[in-house]
């Protein structure tokens, strides 16, 4: 029977197989997973690894690429494969409030599943005190990108498959964090990744009307921990907005705007009387899902700007670059829009623009930046409309997730993902979510307060929304100030 020789930052694995099956399945049926952002479809480059021996041709997209895409490639005898390092994802700092009334037991945890990535805090639950953090991938990006490919896979026979992978990241995650599983903890996420993570048939979420035949706000167990899931607001607004609206002090007073930005990204309005909520499918732009991007991890270029005239740019960990990451990839726009080097309509001359030897957006890049940030500015003005609530009239803007933390507010203005007249209102807040979740695990009467939130929430549909198709269209150029 022909053998796969797995090499990784583990060691060395022969595993055998039959048939001729794709490098991706053999891989994952023995867990070693790649990211598959476009779902499989071998457009995305995202899956390349380092194969040799007895393969399928290459695909004309490989030829293109110069690598074997793990989800293209055939195993059609004995082979070798080196995968790629992976890197300890960065969480955002978040700081919930200090205990008041923790829910009972003595180490919890506070958790957030992410579409992209996942992360954990553990606390003591006497003292407050942080005992460790972790982040990590989902390494359901292996299934496909986004919530809509996963919901797909989970109707397709894969639900199970999908759980087990959140279940199994979770608990590495919390062992990360601490040497010991929690007593308790709270477990936010959207509302699909929820689905997922409990095994439950997201069939509700596939199809009109898309209402959620579960909205959670329940005690549940998870990995054989009790857990709480924070409400839902609907479908598509998660707990993750529940608890990030928590955080951030969200129907405490005048208007405000929270947007959580992600492949998935949310808002939230307040008007001072309900809370207008939307989720837009931005996609992974700003999450690695461009040519060279990556997450917040090590080697990732998180800051770029210009010095005369020259592109300085800086990296996490303060080692090689090896990617960049969504701040870093705006900055880049910013910078070359300053340049000259793209227009007002996203237009380039040059196939690739270079920010170190390797490091470089191309145009398919600048494109699809492009649509994620309309996607969520014009998500912003339909609130705006919809509430009656006029973007002047909004005291504070929090700019939260893990792309958040790093964002530098005036890049994100010049690219035309903040509104101009946000900006000296617009404020970084780390992974609001689990910040959210910190509060709830710490103060047992913060779980009044995150259920006043949910029912308070009024939806606004973007999706077929005309109103949001105008300001879609308006937003997808660059600004020019």
């Given at each position: 029977?022909p053998?796969?020789?797995?090499?990784?930052?583990?060691?060395?694995?022969?595993?055998?197989?039959?048939?001729?099956?794709?490098?991706?399945?053999?891989?994952?049926?023995?867990?070693?997973?790649?990211?598959?952002?476009?779902?499989?479809?071998?457009?995305?480059g995202?899956?390349?690894?380092?194969?040799?021996?007895?393969?399928?041709?290459?695909?004309?997209?490989?030829?293109?690429?110069?690598?074997?895409?793990?989800?293209?490639?055939?195993?059609?005898?004995?082979?070798?494969?080196?995968?790629?390092?992976?890197?300890?994802i960065?969480?955002?700092?978040?700081?919930?409030?200090?205990?008041?009334?923790?829910?009972?037991?003595?180490?919890?945890?506070?958790?957030?599943?992410?579409?992209?990535?996942?992360?954990?805090?553990?606390y003591?639950?006497?003292?407050?005190k942080?005992?460790?953090?972790?982040?990590?991938a989902n390494?359901?990006?292996?299934?496909a990108?986004?919530v809509?490919?996963?919901?797909?896979?989970?109707?397709?026979?894969?639900?199970?498959?999908?759980?087990?992978m959140?279940?199994?990241?979770?608990?590495?995650?919390?062992?990360?964090?601490?040497?010991?599983?929690?007593?308790?903890?709270?477990?936010?996420?959207?509302?699909?990744?929820?689905?997922?993570?409990?095994?439950?048939?997201?069939?509700?979420?596939?199809?009109?009307?898309?209402?959620?035949?579960c909205?959670?706000?329940?005690?549940?167990?998870?990995?054989?921990i009790?857990?709480y899931?924070?409400?839902?607001?609907?479908a598509?607004?998660?707990?993750?907005?529940?608890?990030?609206?928590?955080?951030?002090?969200?129907?405490?007073?005048?208007?405000?705007?929270?947007?959580?930005?992600?492949?998935?990204?949310?808002?939230?309005?307040?008007?001072?009387?309900?809370?207008?909520?939307?989720?837009?499918?931005?996609?992974?732009?700003?999450?690695?899902?461009i040519e060279?991007?990556?997450?917040?991890?090590?080697?990732?270029?998180?800051?770029?700007?210009?010095?005369?005239?020259r592109i300085?740019?800086s990296?996490?960990?303060?080692?090689?670059?090896?990617?960049?990451?969504?701040?870093?990839?705006?900055?880049?726009?910013?910078?070359?829009?300053?340049?000259?080097?793209?227009?007002?309509?996203?237009?380039?001359?040059?196939e690739?623009?270079?920010?170190?030897?390797?490091?470089?957006?191309?145009?398919?890049?600048?494109?699809?930046?492009?649509?994620?940030?309309?996607?969520?500015?014009?998500?912003?003005?339909?609130?705006?409309?919809?509430?009656?609530?006029?973007?002047?009239?909004?005291?504070?803007?929090?700019?939260?997730?893990?792309?958040?933390?790093?964002?530098?507010?005036?890049s994100?203005?010049?690219?035309?993902?903040?509104?101009?007249?946000m900006?000296?209102?617009?404020?970084?807040?780390?992974?609001?979510?689990?910040?959210?979740?910190?509060?709830?695990?710490?103060?047992?009467?913060?779980?009044?307060?995150?259920?006043?939130?949910?029912?308070?929430?009024?939806?606004?549909?973007?999706?077929?929304?005309?109103?949001?198709?105008k300001y879609?269209?308006?937003?997808?150029?660059?600004?020019?100030?």
């Amino acid at each position: 029977m022909p053998y796969l020789d797995i090499m990784s930052g583990h060691g060395k694995k022969r595993v055998s197989f039959s048939g001729e099956p794709l490098l991706s399945r053999v891989l994952e049926d023995n867990g070693f997973l790649l990211p598959h952002p476009c779902g499989g479809r071998g457009v995305c480059g995202k899956c390349a690894a380092d194969v040799t021996g007895e393969l399928s041709e290459m695909t004309e997209k490989e030829k293109a690429l110069g690598v074997r895409l793990s989800c293209r490639t055939r195993l059609v005898g004995n082979a070798s494969v080196t995968l790629p390092e992976s890197r300890e994802i960065r969480v955002a700092q978040s700081e919930p409030a200090a205990p008041k009334i923790p829910i009972k037991g003595k180490i919890g945890a506070a958790v957030d599943i992410g579409t992209t990535t996942v992360a954990a805090a553990v606390y003591d639950l006497l003292s407050g005190k942080e005992l460790g953090r972790a982040g990590g991938a989902n390494p359901q990006v292996s299934v496909a990108a986004d919530v809509i490919g996963r919901i797909s896979a989970a109707l397709d026979g894969r639900l199970f498959e999908e759980r087990d992978m959140a279940l199994s990241a979770l608990k590495s995650l919390l062992l990360r964090a601490y040497p010991s599983l929690p007593d308790v903890m709270v477990v936010t996420g959207n509302t699909a990744m929820l689905y997922l993570l409990t095994g439950r048939s997201p069939v509700s979420l596939a199809a009109a009307p898309f209402e959620a035949d579960c909205l959670f706000g329940l005690w549940t167990e998870i990995c054989g921990i009790r857990a709480y899931i924070p409400p839902c607001m609907n479908a598509f607004v998660g707990a993750d907005i529940t608890c990030a609206a928590l955080y951030c002090g969200l129907a405490c007073g005048g208007a405000a705007l929270l947007c959580d930005v992600g492949t998935n990204s949310e808002i939230a309005l307040w008007s001072g009387e309900r809370l207008y909520v939307a989720s837009s499918a931005a996609g992974p732009a700003f999450e690695g899902g461009i040519e060279c991007g990556m997450t917040g991890a090590d080697g990732a270029i998180d800051r770029v700007w210009l010095e005369n005239g020259r592109i300085r740019f800086s990296v996490i960990g303060s080692v090689e670059p090896r990617g960049i990451c969504g701040s870093g990839l705006l900055d880049a726009l910013s910078a070359f829009l300053r340049l000259r080097l793209i227009d007002k309509t996203g237009f380039c001359d040059e196939e690739r623009l270079y920010i170190t030897e390797k490091v470089y957006i191309s145009r398919e890049d600048v494109r699809a930046a492009q649509l994620a940030k309309a996607a969520v500015a014009a998500g912003i003005r339909t609130l705006s409309e919809a509430s009656g609530v006029p973007l002047s009239s909004v005291s504070a803007f929090s700019v939260a997730g893990g792309f958040g933390s790093r964002l530098y507010m005036p890049s994100a203005v010049s690219v035309g993902l903040v509104p101009r007249e946000m900006q000296t209102r617009a404020r970084a807040v780390g992974n609001a979510a689990l910040g959210g979740a910190g509060m709830l695990l710490l103060d047992d009467t913060a779980v009044s307060r995150a259920e006043r939130l949910a029912s308070l929430s009024c939806h606004v549909q973007l999706g077929g929304n005309d109103v949001f198709g105008k300001y879609y269209m308006e937003e997808i150029g660059f600004p020019i100030y």
